[in-house]
């Protein structure tokens, strides 16, 4: 019974020990199965692309970067195939090891290299392949031997290399007997025109983002979509000796076609380059063209610019940016420097807001005009050259007043005196209700980056109320100020200005068009049509008469504003806005001149004519015809016929028919030369000069300076020099100032061909403070 019993006992043990052991045995299962659960279901992607890493060597293929053109299709920005350059360190390192010399006993038999001699071989190797790549790449030789030495299987040595450049660097890695080195296709950025429409278009950084401008504000519709190429590799990083390979193409990036007309932004970059040397001025220049009727930005530019193809070099030709890093140097240098690169990449007109001066008037008429609060026919706007609101006096800008005036007058004379007394009929709540209508407390839309918008007061007293009348203590950017007038001319309606007209995909085909958007009715048609001829007024009655195009009709405003501190006098802005034609206004034009350096500082005098200009080049460039008036018939154009070899009686007949004055010299019956060439298109009052046996002069003539003189004079000046005179600007039956010569083309004191026609501007100094 005993021994029964302790077997018993004896096979209840052995049980709970075999159940124990099983219980860690199920325990255990359980556990590596959790383990393996959470392996290979949890954590699974993690795990693939670990396993991916190590088994597979993934290149980037990068897309090429879409196109910009111009509204005509003309190419602004391209990007142009390329290579990167590439290496393999772990295949560089099997094929260095592998190149050591071999060597064998007196018997023939191979001697086994030691590590020494391997990482001898392996350093030499690495060593002439980083030496290839810094040549031709001028790269720093130790910087690219240390990319060749890391534990990796891709590293990138260079990005945008030329074809040829990447060429030579392959036909040298053959030629010596190395590998490990890659060329895939890349692309680099390219702007055709350089520093053209530098602050529109913006520019790329070393990996293709954009960083300014359209490329930053359309960086994804341009950059495309990079593809990829996966080889498989071995666990020393190497190639397989098998071929596997997956190929996965680039989507490229689409175009973007801007509302920009190179024509536009040329007149418009031209203009304001020449305004911005002849004012000095210290803060820069800037100027937008806009079609009001579809809010289409045609040109927009500041001065100074740059060289997109260089961003980050200050031209040579803005000596007096330069001139500020003068006994600078080191830290202080480096920032400087970058301060004025940011300067430069700054789209003024869109990013820096201003005290727009007297071109607001036209929002203080317009409003006045609308709510009732004036009529077209008010009269009796007295001024006596200043007004004193509360315990402030104010002046108007011509000391002495302007006396007794209708409404049409006081836009005309831009009299501050009467918009303080036209603000204070509106009241605070009016002109505030207005200004947000007018969209100036917000952004105006534009599809461009960095848009700021207007700072104006929280709460309007008295004086605030007067002061804001004409345009001074609040601000708002040029492209705000400039649709708030656009809004006037285009029945009331306040459009949304765009940049980007079409986005079309790699063929050209059109994926979206950029449609004209109303963003409110501003005004009634009624008032705007008053205003127009208020505007037009302006021009040729008023401040802005410097603005005066022969054929065209144009209206505008001129302003000049203070800046902080205002008790330095030097500090000021002087601007004009212009529209035409104003028979039916369709294009508008800004022009902001920030601190000239000139003693002419108002915008009748240097800003105005500026405008002029260009809309005598934009105008006919737009396909809107001339209609010149009786007085205007001296500044219709003739084309000069060829008319050497004809007889000199069809020679006289053709000229007479034409009704230009001609000269003979000579006594031959035959026309055998003649000035100005055939071709050559000049104004009635120039005489041609008929050759008829005598020789013509074929030395150059030096341009003398005409500044200053007055039509009669400037042209005999010209013609006493051989050269034909193209009168632009004021003319002198348009104003009761003297009309006098501003500027001219070419320069005085160039060297030009005889018989060449010097452009010369007219205007007048009797507005130069407004």
Same mark, same amino acid.
């Given at each position: 019974?005993?021994?029964?019993?302790?077997?018993?006992?004896?096979?209840?043990?052995?049980?709970?020990?075999?159940?124990?052991?099983?219980?860690?045995?199920?325990?255990?299962?359980?556990?590596?199965?959790?383990?393996?659960?959470?392996?290979?279901?949890?954590?699974?992607?993690?795990?693939?692309?670990?396993?991916?890493?190590?088994?597979? =060597?993934?290149?980037?293929?990068?897309?090429?970067?879409?196109?910009?053109?111009?509204?005509?299709?003309?190419?602004?920005?391209?990007?142009?195939?390329?290579?990167?350059?590439?290496?393999?360190?772990?295949?560089?390192?099997?094929?260095?090891?592998?190149?050591?010399?071999?060597?064998?006993?007196?018997?023939?038999?191979?001697?086994?290299?030691?590590?020494?001699?391997?990482?001898?071989?392996?350093?030499?190797?690495?060593?002439?392949?980083?030496?290839?790549?810094?040549?031709?790449?001028?790269?720093?030789?130790?910087?690219?031997?240390?990319?060749?030495?890391?534990?990796?299987?891709?590293?990138?040595?260079?990005?945008?290399?030329?074809?040829?450049?990447?060429?030579?660097?392959?036909?040298?890695?053959?030629?010596?007997?190395?590998?490990?080195?890659?060329?895939?296709?890349?692309?680099?950025?390219?702007?055709?025109?350089?520093?053209?429409?530098?602050?529109?278009?913006?520019?790329? *950084?070393?990996?293709?983002?954009?960083?300014?401008?359209?490329?930053?504000?359309?960086?994804?519709?341009?950059?495309?979509?990079?593809?990829?190429?996966?080889?498989?590799?071995?666990?020393?990083?190497?190639?397989?000796?098998?071929?596997?390979?997956?190929?996965?193409?680039?989507?490229?990036? #689409?175009?973007?076609? @801007?509302?920009?007309?190179?024509?536009?932004?040329?007149?418009?970059?031209?203009?304001?380059?020449?305004?911005?040397?002849?004012?000095?001025? =210290?803060?820069?220049?800037?100027?937008?063209?806009?079609?009001?009727?579809?809010?289409?930005?045609?040109?927009?530019?500041?001065?100074?610019?740059?060289?997109?193809?260089?961003?980050?070099?200050?031209?040579?030709?803005?000596?007096?940016?330069?001139?500020?890093?003068?006994?600078?140097?080191?830290?202080?240098?480096?920032?400087?420097?970058?301060?004025?690169?940011?300067?430069?990449?700054? #789209?003024?007109?869109?990013?820096?807001?201003?005290?727009?001066?007297?071109?607001?008037?036209?929002?203080?008429?317009?409003?006045?005009?609308?709510?009732?609060?004036?009529?077209?026919?008010?009269?009796?706007?007295?001024?006596?050259?200043?007004?004193?609101?509360?315990?402030?006096?104010? #002046?108007?800008?011509?000391?002495?007043?302007?006396?007794?005036?209708?409404?049409?007058?006081?836009?005309?004379?831009?009299?501050?005196?009467?918009?303080?007394?036209?603000?204070? %009929?509106?009241?605070?709540?009016?002109?505030?209700?207005?200004?947000?209508?007018?969209?100036?407390?917000?952004?105006?839309?534009?599809?461009?980056?960095?848009?700021?918008?207007?700072?104006?007061?929280?709460?309007?007293?008295?004086?605030?109320?007067?002061?804001?009348?004409?345009?001074?203590?609040?601000?708002?950017?040029?492209?705000?100020?400039?649709?708030?007038?656009?809004?006037?001319?285009?029945?009331?309606?306040?459009?949304?200005?765009?940049?980007?007209?079409?986005?079309?995909?790699?063929?050209?085909?059109?994926?979206?068009?950029?449609?004209?958007?109303?963003?409110?009715?501003?005004?009634?048609?009624?008032?705007?049509?008053?205003?127009?001829?208020?505007?037009? *007024?302006?021009?040729?009655?008023?401040?802005?008469?410097?603005?005066?195009?022969?054929?065209?009709?144009?209206?505008?405003?001129?302003?000049?504003?203070?800046?902080?501190?205002?008790?330095?006098?030097?500090?000021?802005?002087?601007?004009?806005?212009?529209?035409?034609?104003?028979?039916?206004?369709?294009?508008?034009?800004?022009?902001?001149?920030?601190?000239?350096?000139?003693?002419?500082?108002?915008?009748?005098?240097?800003?105005?004519?500026?405008?002029?200009?260009?809309?005598?080049?934009?105008?006919?460039?737009?396909?809107?015809?001339?209609?010149?008036?009786?007085?205007?018939?001296?500044?219709?154009?003739?084309?000069?016929?060829?008319?050497?070899?004809?007889?000199?009686?069809?020679?006289?007949?053709?000229?007479?028919?034409?009704?230009?004055?001609?000269?003979?010299?000579?006594?031959?019956?035959?026309?055998?030369?003649? @000035?100005?060439?055939?071709?050559?298109?000049?104004?009635?009052?120039?005489?041609?000069?008929?050759?008829?046996?005598?020789?013509?002069?074929?030395?150059?003539?030096?341009?003398?300076?005409?500044?200053?003189?007055?039509?009669?004079?400037?042209?005999?000046? @010209?013609?006493?020099?051989?050269?034909?005179?193209?009168?632009?600007?004021?003319?002198?039956?348009?104003?009761?100032?003297?009309?006098?010569?501003?500027?001219?083309?070419?320069?005085?004191?160039?060297?030009?061909?005889?018989?060449?026609?010097?452009?010369?501007?007219?205007?007048?100094? %009797?507005?130069?403070?407004?």
């Amino acid at each position: 019974m005993a021994r029964k019993r302790s077997n018993k006992k004896k096979m209840t043990m052995r049980g709970r020990i075999v159940l124990l052991i099983l219980a860690f045995a199920v325990f255990g299962f359980v556990i590596v199965g959790i383990r393996l659960f959470y392996l290979q279901v949890v954590t699974t992607n993690f795990y693939q692309s670990k396993a991916a890493e190590n088994q597979t =060597k993934d290149m980037i293929i990068t897309p090429t970067r879409g196109t910009i053109y111009d509204r005509n299709m003309t190419e602004l920005a391209v990007s142009a195939t390329t290579q990167e350059i590439s290496v393999d360190p772990s295949g560089i390192r099997d094929k260095g090891k592998a190149s050591v010399k071999q060597k064998t006993d007196e018997k023939g038999k191979q001697i086994p290299a030691t590590d020494e001699e391997k990482q001898a071989a392996l350093l030499a190797y690495q060593e002439k392949i980083a030496e290839i790549l810094a040549e031709n790449l001028e790269l720093d030789y130790t910087e690219v031997l240390e990319k060749i030495q890391r534990d990796v299987s891709y590293v990138r040595i260079a990005r945008r290399v030329d074809a040829d450049i990447a060429d030579t660097i392959m036909q040298q890695i053959d030629e010596t007997g190395l590998s490990g080195v890659y060329t895939t296709e890349d692309s680099k950025r390219y702007y055709k025109y350089g520093n053209f429409a530098s602050q529109i278009l913006g520019f790329t *950084n070393d990996d293709g983002e954009g960083l300014y401008g359209v490329e930053l504000q359309y960086n994804d519709i341009l950059k495309g979509v990079a593809g990829r190429v996966v080889k498989a590799t071995n666990a020393l990083g190497s190639d397989m000796p098998y071929d596997y390979e997956k190929y996965v193409e680039a989507k490229n990036g #689409n175009g973007i076609v @801007l509302t920009i007309d190179e024509g536009v932004q040329h007149y418009l970059e031209k203009h304001l380059e020449q305004v911005l040397q002849s004012t000095d001025a =210290k803060k820069g220049v800037c100027g937008i063209v806009m079609n009001i009727k579809t809010g289409e930005i045609l040109g927009i530019s500041t001065k100074p610019d740059f060289d997109l193809n260089d961003p980050r070099t200050i031209p040579e030709e803005y000596t007096s940016l330069l001139a500020e890093l003068d006994n600078l140097s080191g830290d202080e240098y480096k920032k400087k420097y970058s301060e004025i690169l940011l300067r430069l990449w700054r #789209n003024k007109p869109i990013n820096d807001t201003y005290e727009p001066g007297s071109t607001f008037k036209v929002f203080t008429v317009s409003t006045a005009l609308e709510e009732g609060v004036v009529t077209p026919e008010s009269s009796g706007f007295s001024c006596g050259g200043f007004k004193v609101v509360k315990d402030r006096k104010i #002046n108007c800008w011509k000391s002495g007043g302007h006396g007794s005036q209708t409404l049409k007058e006081t836009l005309a004379n831009s009299c501050n005196v009467a918009m303080m007394d036209i603000s204070a %009929m509106m009241g605070a709540d009016m002109f505030r209700k207005y200004f947000n209508a007018y969209g100036m407390l917000e952004k105006t839309g534009i599809d461009l980056p960095g848009e700021a918008t207007g700072i104006f007061f929280d709460e309007m007293g008295e004086v605030d109320l007067a002061t804001a009348s004409f345009g001074q203590n609040f601000q708002v950017t040029p492209l705000q100020e400039l649709c708030m007038v656009a809004a006037v001319c285009n029945d009331g309606e306040l459009v949304v200005p765009h940049i980007v007209k079409e986005i079309v995909d790699t063929e050209g085909n059109v994926q979206q068009t950029m449609e004209t958007q109303v963003k409110r009715q501003v005004l009634s048609e009624e008032t705007s049509d008053v205003m127009c001829e208020f505007l037009e *007024n302006v021009v040729a009655n008023g401040t802005g008469q410097n603005a005066y195009v022969a054929g065209y009709r144009i209206g505008g405003k001129t302003a000049t504003s203070q800046k902080q501190p205002k008790s330095d006098n030097s500090l000021r802005i002087a601007s004009f806005i212009g529209v035409a034609p104003m028979d039916d206004p369709e294009y508008a034009v800004i022009v902001m001149i920030d601190e000239p350096q000139t003693s002419e500082k108002g915008g009748g005098a240097i800003a105005a004519p500026v405008v002029g200009r260009i809309f005598e080049d934009i105008l006919p460039y737009l396909g809107v015809e001339a209609a010149f008036s009786e007085e205007e018939a001296d500044r219709q154009e003739i084309t000069v016929p060829s008319l050497t070899n004809k007889s000199l009686e069809d020679a006289k007949a053709a000229l007479d028919e034409l009704g230009l004055e001609y000269r003979v010299k000579g006594d031959d019956d035959t026309v055998t030369d003649q @000035l100005p060439v055939g071709g050559i298109s000049i104004q009635p009052d120039n005489t041609v000069v008929l050759y008829c046996g005598e020789e013509k002069s074929t030395d150059k003539v030096t341009v003398p300076d005409v500044s200053g003189m007055s039509v009669e004079v400037a042209r005999a000046e @010209l013609a006493n020099n051989g050269l034909y005179m193209k009168q632009n600007g004021i003319a002198s039956w348009r104003t009761s100032g003297a009309s006098a010569a501003v500027t001219q083309s070419p320069a005085a004191n160039s060297e030009v061909a005889r018989g060449s026609v010097v452009t010369v501007a007219f205007g007048n100094n %009797m507005t130069s403070q407004e």
